[in-house]
T-cell receptor
């Protein structure tokens, strides 16, 4: 148990369909992140939330992607009109300070991810 | 811009040592190291901050050369459990959890 639960773990869909992934941190955390990881690559930042507010979005997040965190706890990532290029592992993460908050030493704890395969 | 890791892959026998390097073209505030096993989440190992502070794993050490914008992860007396893909993640400022990850180094430890 990593402290972050993601569902579903695997999703196979046909091109053009919509999919939604959910992230549930076990405890309250102000900041929540979404990353995408394709095969053989490191995770790539997509977006992050400070409580309910979505504060930053990567250019990787096209108009077909939308993320929400309505109550500042769980978050959802929806992909509309999926394309084969969307096939990837979608990782959710929370951060925890390892020292004084002014030090910037925040560590990411990732969930196990939701693997999307678009046929 | 994505940091560059080297080597891309390492194969070791148990007990051998390994060094994984991470190099960035941008000024760095911190370097984070993670290990990911197949089908699992990346797991935090070590954070190195500008100014020399380090926090992390007891049996793994790392260095951070701020001037060269490089970091190295030192794995000594490797164990089978060390097998996995190692990623460095870099941060240019105190932007909390927004990391730019390298492409990864695959480490395989054989008995």
């Amino acid at each position: 148990d990593t402290g972050v639960s993601q569902n579903p773990r695997h999703k196979i869909t046909k091109r053009g369909q919509n999919v939604t992934f959910r992230c549930d941190p076990i405890s309250e955390h102000n900041r929540l992140y979404w990353y995408r990881q394709t095969l053989g690559q490191g995770p790539e930042f997509l977006t992050y939330f400070q409580n309910e507010a979505q504060l930053e979005k990567s250019r990787l997040l096209s108009d077909r992607f939308s993320a929400e965190r309505p109550k500042g706890s769980f978050s959802t990532l929806e992909i509309q009109r999926t394309e084969q290029g969307d096939s990837a592992m979608y990782l959710c993460a929370i951060d925890t300070p390892m020292g004084p908050t002014s030090s910037g030493a925040n560590v990411l704890t990732f969930g196990a991810g939701s693997r999307l395969t678009v046929l | 811009q994505q940091p560059v890791q080297s080597p891309q892959a390492v194969i070791l026998r148990e007990g051998e040592d390994a060094v994984i390097n991470c190099s960035s073209s941008k000024a760095l505030y911190s370097v984070h190291w993670y290990r990911q096993k197949h089908g699992e989440a990346p797991v935090f190992l070590m954070i190195l901050l500008k100014g020399g502070e380090q926090k992390g794993h007891e049996k793994i050490s790392a260095s951070f050369n701020e001037k060269k914008q490089q970091s190295s992860l030192y794995l000594t007396a490797s164990q089978l459990s060390y097998s996995g893909t190692y990623f460095c993640g870099t941060m240019g400022g105190t932007s909390y959890g927004k990391l730019t990850f390298g492409q990864g180094t695959i480490l395989t430890v054989h008995p």
